[in-house]
């Protein structure tokens, strides 16, 4: 009887999870995903420089993530469960209304509207894909995060098979995303409810200690990679560009590294249940060296080979750092999930643009140079974070 009710047990909370990392996708399709996309659109309605299309992708990245440890640390005390539905309900608003505001400055505020959205959703979100893990954190943080990442990948897609027929009017059709995520959301809020409360007297009786100094380790770490991530994501269409390769070739190439990713993602978050998230961290850092160091002198299929390989390798820890950041900091979930997921992201996009100033300065070569470098760099910090089995064991010796 009891294997049964353990079994209904994971059923209802696989259901919960898949609803989850929907309601991620949408979120990031409508605003990490598309948002770079559009700059061409919204640069050409709006006759902007290049800098002001660039304040549009700082103001997105400020509040969509870079803001998300604030939300973190405001839901950790009291967790705010009508966050959910109205951080993926913004989202949706603030990016359909992008299309039919008359001046610039209140496009900035609709971008800033849907990416206050999405930093209002993240921390929460992550918090409930916690809550519906049992013990199989690492799988159920790359069921939910999966989503966000695969949203990252189709958003550009939608520019030729969509936008550009309809251009910045059919932004408004991403109104029903919103809405759509908000029933996903409402469907689950029940659930949430109640484990929420099983939550609460469960940490009466589990502490565990602060690592300050290993979360900042692998915040740095997060960072190095997704400044490897973003910065081949956004210049990979440029450099294939001044290769002769059109720009059409390039987006469908910047998908293949992209979803390559997101199976990185879900497949590392599963093996991270069976094996060390530190030394998985470590591989999954160290294997990318040779395949972004070897990527600018490739071409052709093997080029498309490298590019998949590079893609699956350098986001399968992004589970991993997640579910490992919580075990630093287990009495602030929300605050950590903003740290792996958001600030690591948001901060990646400064880096981004910092490349930008590289490539017009020198070449758009010299960065692919680079990011054989960054993830060298975060295999090398990696080794002084702390052992994952000394976590567990101060957190059995506290609680006891």
Known sequence: MEFVLKQKKQVAAKKQLISLGTTHF????????????????????????????????????????????????????????????????????????????PSYGLLLLMIALSGLGSGIFHPEASRGAY?????????????????GNFGQAVGPLLLPLFLLATGL???GWFLLGGVLG????????PWYRRSLVQEKERRKTIRGRKHVTGLCLLTIVVILRSWTQIGVAGFLPFYYLQQ??????????TFLFLAAGALGTFLGGRFSDRISRKWLLFASMAVTVPFAWVLPHVHGAVSIVVLILFGFFILSSFAVTVVYGQMMYPQNIGLVSGLMIGFGIGAGGIGATFMGWISDRFSIDLIFDLFALLPLLGAMITLFLPDEKSLLSEKKSISA
Do not use: C
């Open 169 to 171: 009017d059919g932004l």
């Open 182 to 189: 908000v029933l996903l959301i409402l469907y689950i809020m």
């Open 26 to 101: 949408l979120n990031d399709l409508m605003t990490t995903g598309i948002i770079p996309a559009l700059l061409p659109l919204y640069k050409h309605a709006f006759e902007l420089t290049y800098f002001q299309a660039g304040v549009i992708l700082f103001v997105s990245s400020i509040t969509s993530s870079v803001m998300q440890p604030l939300f973190g640390v405001f839901t950790d005390k009291q967790p705010k469960v009508w966050f959910l539905p109205l951080g993926i309900f913004l989202t949706g608003l603030g990016l359909a209304a992008s299309g039919f505001v």
């Open 244 to 253: 002769g390769v059109s720009l059409e070739t390039g987006d469908i190439l």
């Open 131 to 147: 809550l519906a893990a049992g013990e199989a954190r690492g799988t159920a943080q790359a069921i939910f995060q999966v989503g």
